[in-house]
């Protein structure tokens, strides 16, 4: 059996930071408290909960007072800083720098575009933590939209900002600003490019790589959004692509022992993860 993990797929790197400030912090203390699941791949979450970093949801944290806490790569909203301040809670800041530049962006481009009477729209999904973090930049006044269909929820009679979240397709991307110009009018539209390179420039290298094996094991989390666009670049490309989350949901009796297989993953897959894809693989074909 020949296979391969693409060297391209795995943590991108403000995943990478925020798991490493988590790790430093758990070799000096007991515990650590983490705002949301520090990374979209429940194996993960459960390796560095067993080193002591507890996962609390955002209703825990607004009852907590006089501990520490991480902020994962997503990002936060305005309120979450100013309850830790008032709330004697210490801020491990793991934030992205491409999603700090972003909200940033999102805050004065707000600033402006109210004072035009105009309107703030976010390419995103709705209710994942980054787009939560963009959202509160704007009093929670943007609207998000996740497609087409929501472009319905657009006052075409407006001057629109357009941002999007930093994960999303770039292809989806550019298509949704043709389609919302065709609505409002060019001349109404103003959009910036906030999709981190990193993660849009796994997508033509995914689509080669899909198309070189037999089949194609993709590891993601379920909860990753990420996941879910980078697979379907894979099954775009490669009828024989299956998602797993863990090497237990392998259903081995898609393989043979000439198989070739591909390994890959999302900006929140672990590599060590796709060893252990590749490690079962072996253990039961290369024998």
């Given at each position: 059996?020949?296979?391969?993990?693409?060297?391209n797929s795995g943590f991108c790197f403000g995943v990478i930071k925020?798991?490493?400030?988590?790790?430093?912090?758990?070799?000096?203390?007991?515990?650590?408290?983490?705002?949301?699941?520090?990374?979209?791949?429940?194996?993960?979450?459960?390796?560095?909960?067993?080193?002591?970093?507890?996962?609390?949801?955002?209703?825990?944290?607004f009852t907590m007072s006089d501990c520490t806490v991480l902020l994962?790569?997503?990002?936060?909203?305005?309120?979450?800083?100013?309850?830790?301040?008032?709330?004697?809670?210490?801020?491990?800041?793991?934030?992205?720098?491409?999603?700090?530049?972003?909200?940033?962006?999102?805050?004065?481009?707000?600033?402006?575009?109210?004072?035009?009477?105009?309107?703030?729209?976010?390419?995103?999904?709705?209710?994942?933590?980054?787009?939560?973090?963009?959202?509160?930049?704007?009093?929670?006044?943007?609207?998000?939209?996740?497609?087409?269909?929501?472009?319905?929820?657009?006052?075409?009679?407006?001057?629109?900002?357009?941002?999007?979240?930093?994960?999303?397709?770039?292809?989806?991307?550019?298509?949704?600003?043709?389609?919302?110009?065709?609505?409002?009018?060019?001349?109404?539209?103003?959009?910036?490019?906030?999709?981190?390179?990193?993660?849009?420039?796994?997508?033509?290298?995914?689509?080669?790589?899909?198309?070189?094996?037999?089949?194609?094991?993709?590891?993601?989390?379920?909860?990753?959004?990420?996941?879910?666009?980078?697979?379907?670049?894979?099954?775009?490309?490669?009828?024989?692509?299956?998602?797993?989350?863990?090497?237990?949901?392998?259903?081995?009796?898609?393989?043979?022992?000439?198989?070739?297989?591909?390994?890959?993953?999302?900006?929140?897959?672990?590599?060590?993860?796709?060893?252990?894809?590749?490690?079962?693989?072996?253990?039961?074909?290369?024998?």
């Open positions: 059996m020949i296979i391969e993990i693409d060297d925020a798991i490493k400030k988590a790790e430093d912090i758990l070799e000096l203390e007991d515990e650590l408290y983490c705002l949301g699941d520090i990374v979209h791949n429940s194996f993960e979450v459960n390796r560095l909960a067993q080193l002591g970093l507890k996962t609390v949801s955002r209703e825990e944290y994962r790569a997503h990002g936060e909203p305005p309120e979450t800083y100013l309850y830790a301040e008032e709330n004697n809670i210490k801020l491990i800041d793991a934030t992205c720098p491409v999603v700090l530049r972003l909200q940033k962006k999102v805050k004065d481009g707000y600033d402006d575009v109210t004072q035009e009477s105009g309107q703030l729209v976010i390419f995103g999904k709705k209710g994942h933590a980054e787009v939560n973090g963009l959202v509160g930049q704007t009093n929670g006044n943007a609207i998000v939209i996740e497609g087409t269909d929501d472009i319905k929820n657009i006052d075409t009679s407006k001057k629109t900002l357009l941002f999007s979240q930093t994960t999303k397709s770039l292809d989806g991307y550019h298509a949704l600003i043709d389609n919302i110009k065709g609505k409002v009018g060019e001349d109404k539209l103003t959009f910036h490019d906030t999709i981190c390179r990193q993660v849009a420039n796994r997508i033509p290298k995914l689509r080669e790589f899909s198309k070189r094996y037999d089949i194609i094991v993709f590891v993601g989390g379920e909860k990753s959004s990420n996941a879910k666009v980078l697979y379907n670049i894979c099954k775009e490309n490669n009828e024989n692509a299956y998602f797993i989350s863990h090497p237990n949901q392998l259903d081995l009796s898609l393989f043979h022992k000439n198989s070739r297989v591909g390994i890959c993953g999302a900006t929140s897959t672990p590599r060590h993860l796709m060893d252990l894809v590749a490690q079962k693989l072996q253990d039961n074909f290369d024998s």
